[in-house]
């Protein structure tokens, strides 16, 4: 037998093993396996039942992902072939779910007759989140089993049930008391259908999927989703793929299905986030650092500073079960902290997201503390005071002389030069950035920033510690802003210049949100605070001082006491969430535009759209010519999960690989001579850029 499967025989069942380390992915070689087995044991007539499982415990997480997008994918046997033959079977199949059965996985489950699994098991269909529908049967099979409008919420969100929400649907038949007693169960199982003479497939439980919805199900579906969805069109075709299985007989269905999944494959969408899939993994490889780095344990984590920076940080650590100690300097300011870490657990239990006990629990992980000594015990120490180098600095002096040797030191910094932040100490080695993004409890993103003396055991270790806590720690070398907010800075700059010279702060975020970013420059400065934006700007003043007109509409608005959302006025006005146009913010860019002899003029979308994501994309590729970022990909990873890039555009980076290098820079050269004197200040393409187009690349890499 192949050695991508197990097959033994006993009694008269074939039990068929996945074997292809480490998720059984279901590439063309596994699915000739599977099927060679399956069809030996079919012809086999002593054999009167087959259980298909995983070797290893694990079932199937899925697809080969590496073979989407090129002729691997549908070759022979090709998934949707292999999972029409096993439902064509003439014996009961019994599908034993260890662990994991998502996208093709569950679909080669959905092929078996039968189903069962085990405590920890969780089932999904996640392909819309690579920009793809099930295609080997899933849209068409799911809703017959559980019906249309459960397997459609399962497909959309993409995200696995648990076991027992598996059992209660319908998907699994029954489960197992524990993963170690799955296999010897399902083998029960397979003989309780021999001994009843079940049918190798029994009868579809929702023969007609969409019975019981209301006449206009789908129209309204349609209509209440499509503004969440954008531009997306895996949604889409998602909801026309199961609309399909209530209209169609299942073997027309099946063909619907396959074309909507060639659809979705080829398209720039789903290039897209499969460029994400592997940039997730690909940041987690740091030269310097392999499995043989040994990692310093963290079992006790202290955070300096309890507010809502600090208490999100902390957050994650009693999310997964690590007790925190709060350090503040006031007993108010602490009680405070700890009262709204308290309260945002509370809103996810009036959500039903969390119970009242776990939150309990969670709580009981978080201690307050007023003294540093209390701190000598921590094995991770996170700095989150305000974003001041110098009150930054003293805060590690008063670690340095506090924490244990070997404990990691971490500031939450921004954008300030860690390098000198470590300096302070006698332990620079231990020193390390972990730039969280607010909401720190929500956001993905986790910029790890390794300085100049960080010890490789102290960046792998925080690295690990990013992932347990449920972060994509993406490392950065020591620059102002790191990768996200340096490119921020001519990101913002330009959307500042642009108001300046006659557009409005709608007509920006507007061209922005038309790309599907989740929120525009002023929208994005509104909510982080005008008055947070200017302080970071006011740290780098001496870099920005040449330019009269940099950022002056922000710095006005800060010296108006219009700090964004937090006072409802900003670059909008606010009447509790609700944002509309204020006239003011006009006004003073006419004025400002007056006073700095800046002429102003209609500038259109396409303008907006350049001079924005052109400075942007440019200052990536310059941060990845200096080294600070690693790849191009992290920075893509930066600016989907801490700045809204979507991803189904692939992040900056990508998206200028799309919209083709050459445009890019002939754009940045446009811009450098139109705009005159501003233009050549500011409009200089990185030199890797130029690099780039001269040899004629089309991906963005150093050379």
């Not at 409008?149 to 648990?162: C, E, R, T």
């Not at 870490?341 to 119970?355: A, D, N």
């Not at 210049?497 to 507007?510: H, I, N, Y």
């Not at 259109?604 to 942007?616: A, P, S, T, V």
Request: hydrophobic content about 45%.
């Amino acid at each position: 037998m192949n050695s991508l499967v197990t097959y033994q025989v006993q009694d008269n069942l074939a039990l068929i093993g996945l074997a292809r380390p480490p998720v059984n992915a279901l590439g063309q070689p596994l699915r000739e396996a599977i099927l060679q087995a399956c069809e030996q044991a079919n012809a086999d007539a002593s054999v009167r039942a087959i259980v298909l499982y995983g070797a290893n415990g694990l079932f199937s997480a899925g697809a080969d992902i590496s073979e989407f997008g090129s002729a691997a994918s549908f070759a022979a046997p090709n998934l949707p072939d292999l999972c029409l033959r096993l439902t064509c079977l003439d014996k009961p199949l019994v599908a034993a779910i260890g662990k994991l059965a998502l996208g093709g996985g569950l679909e080669l489950a959905l092929a078996c007759g039968y189903r069962i699994g085990e405590p920890q098991t969780r089932v999904g269909l996640p392909e819309i989140n690579l920009g793809l529908l099930p295609g080997a049967g899933g849209t068409q099979r799911l809703p017959r089993l559980i019906g249309a409008q459960a397997a459609l919420d399962m497909m959309m969100s993409g995200a696995p049930v648990s076991a027992g929400r598996a059992l209660e649907l319908g998907i699994v038949d029954r489960l197992a008391d524990s993963p170690e007693q799955l296999l010897e169960v399902a083998c029960v199982y397979a003989r309780e259908l021999i001994t009843v003479h079940a049918p190798a497939r029994p009868a579809e439980r929702f023969a007609k999927p969409a019975e019981g919805l209301a006449a206009d199900f789908f129209e309204r579906y349609r209509s209440e989703n499509e503004p969440r969805w954008k531009s997306r069109l895996a949604p889409r075709l998602v909801f026309s793929a199961v609309e399909a299985a209530c209209v169609l007989p299942l073997d027309q269905g099946l063909a619907r299905e396959v074309a909507l999944f060639k659809q979705a494959e080829a398209s720039s969408q789903s290039e897209a986030l499969r460029h994400v899939f592997f940039a997730e993994r690909e940041a987690g490889k740091i030269p310097g650092i392999d499995a043989s780095t040994a990692l310093l344990a963290i079992g006790k984590v202290a955070v300096v500073g309890a507010g809502t920076m600090g208490g999100g940080i902390a957050m994650n650590f009693a999310n997964v079960g690590i007790p925190v100690t709060l350090l503040e300097r006031q007993g108010d300011a602490l009680d405070r902290g700890l009262a709204h870490i308290r309260k945002t657990y509370g809103i996810s239990v009036k959500r039903g997201k969390l119970s009242e006990s776990t939150l309990e629990q969670r709580m009981a992980l978080l201690t307050g503390t007023l003294d540093y000594a209390d701190l000598a015990d921590a094995d991770l120490v996170i700095e989150a005071v305000f974003e001041k180098l110098e009150i930054k600095q003293e805060v590690f002096r008063s670690l340095d002389r506090v924490c244990k040797p070997g404990a990691i030191l971490a500031t939450n910094t921004s954008s300030l030069d860690v390098d000198l932040i470590a300096a302070v100490t006698s332990r620079a080695q231990d020193v390390i950035g972990l730039h969280f993004f607010s909401p720190a409890n929500v956001m993905r993103l986790l910029e790890v920033v390794n300085a100049r003396e960080t010890s490789a055991q102290v960046l792998a270790s925080t690295l690990k510690m990013g992932r347990t806590i449920g972060k994509i720690p993406v490392v950065s070398g020591v620059c102002f802003g790191f990768i996200g907010n340096r490119m921020l800075e001519p990101y913002a700059r330009e959307a500042h210049r642009l108001v300046l010279e006659g557009a409005t702060p709608e007509q920006v975020d507007g061209v922005l949100t038309d790309l599907d970013l989740n929120m525009g420059v002023f929208t994005m400065l509104d909510l982080a605070g005008v008055d947070v934006n200017f302080l970071v700007r006011d740290a780098n003043r001496a870099a920005i001082a040449h330019d009269p007109s940099y950022c002056r509409l922000g710095d006005e608005l800060y010296s108006m006491g219009r700090f964004g959302q937090k006072t409802a006025r900003g670059f909008y006005a606010y009447e509790g969430r609700e944002r509309r146009n204020d006239p003011d913010v006009v006004a003073a860019a006419e004025r400002l535009a007056a006073e700095l002899s800046v002429p102003r003029r209609a500038i259109d979308k396409q303008e907006i759209h350049d001079r924005c994501l052109f400075m942007l994309i440019n200052e990536g590729i310059q941060l990845l010519d200096e080294g600070i970022a690693l790849r191009a990909s992290d920075i893509d990873l930066v600016w989907i999960n801490g700045y809204g890039f979507p991803a189904h555009l692939g992040g900056p980076m990508h998206y200028a690989e799309q919209y083709g290098l050459d445009k890019v820079l002939a754009g940045i050269l446009h811009y450098r001579q139109s705009l005159s004197e501003y233009g050549q200040m500011w409009f200089t393409p990185a030199p890797l850029l130029e690099r780039l187009v001269a040899a004629g690349k089309t991906t963005i890499e150093r050379i």
